[in-house]
């Protein structure tokens, strides 16, 4: 693939949609950003797509090559089409794939947005080389994409597994996944505020406002109770990722999200308790690490997205 073979990268969230263009070592050339507003329907939302695209197109003075999409999931990677997303109210059975394959008559292709992430750190970042990674994101839910034999691990039908739904305490919260104590239930950022909060005073002051930001920074200045808390945090994280370890024995774990801003924090509970928990596999062998690729990771995965399906496996930055 010529070295001036440049993609479009659509990243469609349900509170914004960025657009750029990325060349083939993943660099993004330049951007745009706007609000998603679901609500005033998908073709108007695709208007404003191919408008960011023809003007980041056009500043950068190149002809796209093809175009690549990273969706909020559910999606349908092989029809192009998205499923039932909370975020994305009216836009079941919609097409992106379809219109801007139309609309730019160029190859496009869509993944949702962890395994776009995934596309991104396994060609461009921590896992560039490698071929078994997983990435993990951890924010208000857990989510991750796998790549293995340097392929997106698909299940039957083109389903994506969702790693954060494993079960790790049985005797945990009810999630509206219908387990109780998946991983996610348990290790997301809103579960670390609803733990701190239990063991405050009724009526404190310093239970509202409460992040699992506030609870990192309560714990670097030395507060014990969000000390105990970043801990049990670790735990839980730790936990999931010792599962993904004894499952996959990956060459490289990626974590990502806003509650891995604060990674140095639970990384010394989570190797812990990976060390404990993985006695059958060579664990040493799985490096573990914070995702490499910043706030780009979205706009990378998606041009990824692109060059991993109609340029296959072997295509790296
Ligand atoms: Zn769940």
């Not at 010529?2 to 349900?14: L, Q, S």
């Not at 023809?54 to 690549?68: F, K, N, Q, S, T």
């Not at 995934?118 to 796998?146: M, Q």
């Amino acid at each position: 693939m010529a070295e001036r073979c440049i993609t479009g990268a659509v990243d469609i969230g349900g509170t914004k949609i960025a657009v750029g263009v990325i060349d083939v070592r993943g660099h993004v050339l330049d951007r745009r950003e706007s609000p998603t507003c679901p609500t005033e329907g998908f073709d108007a939302a695709m208007e404003r797509v191919c408008g960011m695209l023809e003007d980041v197109a056009r500043g950068v003075g190149v002809e796209l090559c093809g175009i690549g999409i990273g969706c909020t999931g559910p999606v349908d990677p092989i029809h192009g089409v998205i499923g039932e997303v909370n975020f994305l109210p009216g836009w079941k059975g919609c097409n992106p794939v379809e219109w801007l394959a139309q609309r730019f008559a160029v190859a496009t292709a869509m993944e949702n947005d962890a395994d776009a992430a995934v596309l991104a750190e396994s060609r461009c970042g921590a896992g560039r080389g490698k071929d078994s990674i997983i990435c993990v994101t951890v924010g208000t839910g857990i989510g991750g994409g796998i790549v293995l034999n340097g392929s997106l691990y698909r299940g039957v039908a083109g389903t994506h597994p969702e790693i954060g739904h494993h079960v790790i305490d049985r005797a945990g919260p009810l999630c509206f996944c219908g387990a109780h104590g998946c991983w996610e239930v348990l290790a997301r950022g809103p579960a670390m505020v609803e733990r701190m909060r239990s063991r405050m005073p009724p009526g404190s002051g310093a239970r509202q406002g409460l992040t699992a930001k506030t609870i990192c920074e309560l714990a670097r200045a030395g507060d014990a109770v969000a000390s105990a808390e970043v801990v049990r945090e670790g735990h839980y994280l730790g936990i999931g990722i010792a599962n993904l370890v004894t499952l996959f024995a990956p060459q490289v774990i990626t974590l990502g999200g806003s509650v891995m801003n604060a990674a140095d924090l639970f990384m010394p509970e989570i190797l812990a308790t990976v060390r404990r928990h993985c006695g059958l596999v060579d664990w040493q062998r799985t490096t573990i690490t914070p995702a490499s690729l910043g706030r780009d990771t979205p706009l990378i995965g998606a041009g990824m997205v692109w060059r991993h399906r109609f340029e296959g496996a072997e295509a790296r930055c």
